[in-house]
């Protein structure tokens, strides 16, 4: 709990944007209209018919100034304008994908203290799956679309996952809280997908809203931990503790997860996830240069089909090329 705690706290750094960057403060709270993104017909898109040097204020302030289309009567992007999103609207996205946020990440650190890190490494790979099933529930883009090929790549990266940690792999009670952590993964993923907007919203006051809400959020459940002795709380022991939780933080929150979920937001929820599984194999070749670990076939059999199923869902998004549908042309032709 410390450790979540710790790494979600941090995020709230990015709120001090309020002091040194003026366009922050002049970004208009939002009181008194309900946030647009809560709506059930809402468009994430909004276009206004305005120039590009209409003042940011006029175009708040009139919300009923809807562009049209790009096709619709010739309209180009040029000509029109995005809404930005209020400080209030973006204080609602961060609510609730803070939640979500909190859960994912807090079940995956208890499974790490209840299984083996292979095992939970292996359960948290399925996120691809669920990433994959709900975006293409949800999220209405074609690189969303459910198809067998990015199927088959999702299913090549858990396999090669598998793989590399073949042989250290049991089943605890942990593996319960693996499993769990890789859907509401998917489902933070997939809301931030859904209802972030890097051209309407402020990404590192977005963070710095869930860090705020984390902190303010979670804080009783410290409390609720140690009264029930679900977790007994205690300081970290030593300094040298406190730095790596903060070092940790600093690297593998505040930076890493940033970009990360930048990148979510340019390119699709399914490419990010299983191009968090590179890591994997990547982790393990830097222990084989730096520590002289040395590994066997079936640890390049993994990374080759973790790299794979990467490549192959980029082929599809990027470049229309599908295998599975390749396959088949040719099973048909023969």
């Given at each position: 709990?410390?450790?979540?705690?710790?790494?979600?706290?941090?995020?709230s750094?990015?709120?001090?944007?309020?002091?040194?960057?003026?366009?922050?403060?002049?970004?208009?709270?939002?009181?008194?209209?309900?946030?647009?993104w809560?709506?059930?017909r809402?468009?994430?898109?909004?276009?206004?018919?305005?120039?590009?040097?209409?003042?940011?204020?006029?175009?708040?302030?009139?919300?009923?100034?809807?562009?049209?289309?790009?096709?619709?009567?010739?309209?180009?992007?040029?000509?029109?304008?995005?809404?930005?999103?209020?400080?209030?609207?973006?204080?609602?996205?961060?609510?609730?994908?803070?939640?979500?946020?909190?859960i994912?990440?807090?079940?995956?650190?208890?499974?790490?203290?209840?299984?083996?890190?292979?095992?939970?490494?292996?359960?948290?790979?399925?996120?691809?799956?669920?990433?994959?099933?709900?975006?293409?529930?949800?999220?209405?883009?074609?690189?969303?679309?459910?198809?067998?090929?990015?199927?088959?790549?999702?299913?090549?990266?858990?396999?090669?996952?598998?793989?590399?940690?073949?042989?250290?792999?049991?089943?605890?009670?942990?593996?319960?809280?693996?499993?769990?952590?890789?859907?509401?993964?998917?489902?933070?993923?997939?809301?931030?997908?859904?209802?972030?907007?890097?051209?309407?919203?402020?990404?590192?006051?977005?963070?710095?809203?869930?860090?705020?809400?984390?902190v303010?959020?979670?804080?009783?459940?410290?409390?609720?931990?140690?009264?029930?002795?679900?977790?007994?709380?205690?300081?970290?022991?030593?300094?040298?503790?406190?730095?790596?939780?903060?070092?940790?933080?600093?690297?593998?929150?505040?930076?890493?997860?940033?970009?990360?979920?930048?990148?979510?937001?340019?390119?699709?929820?399914?490419?990010?996830?299983?191009?968090?599984?590179?890591?994997?194999?990547?982790?393990?070749?830097?222990d084989?240069?730096?520590?002289?670990?040395?590994?066997?076939?079936?640890?390049?059999?993994?990374?080759?089909?973790?790299?794979?199923?990467?490549?192959?869902?980029?082929c599809?998004?990027?470049?229309?090329?599908?295998?599975v549908?390749?396959?088949?042309?040719?099973?048909?032709?023969?």
């Open positions: 709990m410390f450790l979540t705690y710790t790494n979600n706290a941090m995020f750094v990015y709120l001090l944007g309020f002091l040194f960057v003026p366009a922050w403060r002049q970004r208009p709270f939002g009181f008194g209209g309900r946030p647009r809560m709506l059930h809402i468009k994430r898109f909004l276009r206004m018919r305005a120039s590009n040097d209409q003042p940011y204020e006029q175009l708040v302030n009139n919300p009923n100034e809807e562009a049209n289309i790009a096709h619709d009567q010739g309209a180009t992007t040029e000509t029109a304008a995005v809404i930005p999103f209020t400080i209030r609207e973006t204080m609602n996205v961060s609510l609730t994908f803070s939640i979500l946020w909190f994912a990440n807090y079940l995956y650190n208890v499974a790490l203290t209840r299984t083996s890190v292979a095992s939970a490494t292996i359960l948290s790979s399925t996120s691809g799956l669920w990433t994959l099933l709900m975006g293409a529930l949800f999220l209405p883009t074609s690189a969303d679309k459910f198809t067998w090929n990015k199927l088959l790549a999702v299913a090549l990266s858990i396999g090669g996952v598998v793989l590399v940690n073949a042989g250290e792999v049991g089943f605890s009670s942990g593996d319960i809280f693996a499993l769990f952590s890789a859907v509401f993964y998917a489902c933070y993923l997939v809301f931030f997908k859904r209802f972030g907007d890097e051209d309407r919203m402020i990404m590192a006051m977005f963070f710095g809203f869930v860090g705020l809400f984390n303010v959020l979670t804080l009783p459940l410290f409390f609720i931990f140690d009264a029930t002795g679900w977790e007994k709380f205690g300081w970290p022991p030593s300094r040298m503790t406190w730095l790596y939780l903060i070092v940790n933080a600093v690297i593998g929150t505040v930076v890493s997860d940033y970009v990360w979920l930048w990148a979510t937001m340019l390119t699709s929820p399914a490419i990010t996830t299983l191009g968090l599984s590179l890591t994997i194999p990547l982790a393990i070749v830097v084989v240069l730096f520590k002289g670990i040395t590994v066997g076939a079936m640890f390049a059999c993994g990374t080759v089909l973790v790299f794979g199923g990467f490549v192959l869902l980029n599809e998004i990027y470049y229309g090329v599908s295998v549908d390749a396959v088949r042309r040719r099973l048909r032709r023969c």
